[in-house]
């Protein structure tokens, strides 16, 4: 079984505000790099979201990945396991259940570790993530897509 190294991060501009997500995949010779970007959004949830398209871009179940990130907010949620009092209690009161759904979906298939790395500590792989994010939403290149969710959550 591969095993496979995902670093993440995302941001947003204005927190909320445009916001991206990007991520990179290494596993043996294989690297691959996520982006995507959206007009309305929170950092948190682009952290999240940069795990999510991480872990569904894998194309083999029971994948050993080991997931690297410098969002407390996403690695303590799963490593002290808040995530799944959440879920016993339906989100009652919790930022994001939309993609903290979407995210149990595809962390069950997987078998997943989380690890804490400072942002902006010159982690190489953290940095381009980062890089990434940013340039999503920051330079014009990709379409912004619109977190439909996010928004529809601001007009409650």
Do not use: C, Q
Not at 79 to 101: A, H, I, S, T
Request: glycine share 10%; aromatic share 12%; proline share 3%.
């Amino acid at each position: 079984m591969a095993k496979v190294t995902v670093y993440t991060d995302g941001g947003a501009s204005g927190n909320p505000g445009p916001g991206g997500y990007g991520a990179v995949m290494l596993s043996g010779k294989h690297y691959k790099e996520l982006s995507g970007a959206f007009r309305l959004t929170t950092n948190n949830r682009m952290e999240l979201l940069a795990v999510i398209k991480s872990l569904e871009a894998l194309k083999t179940p029971g994948t050993e990945v080991t997931v690297y990130s410098d969002s407390k907010y996403v690695v303590d949620s799963v490593k002290k396991k808040w995530v799944f009092g959440w879920v016993k209690k339906n989100f009652k009161g919790k930022k994001n259940p939309d993609l903290w759904k979407r995210f149990l979906k595809i962390y069950e298939i997987h078998k997943v570790e989380f690890v804490w790395v400072k942002g902006h500590a010159g982690n190489e792989f953290n940095e381009v993530a980062d890089k990434l994010a940013v340039s999503a939403y920051a330079d014009g290149i990709l379409p912004l897509e619109v977190d439909v969710a996010y928004e529809a959550s601001e007009k409650d």
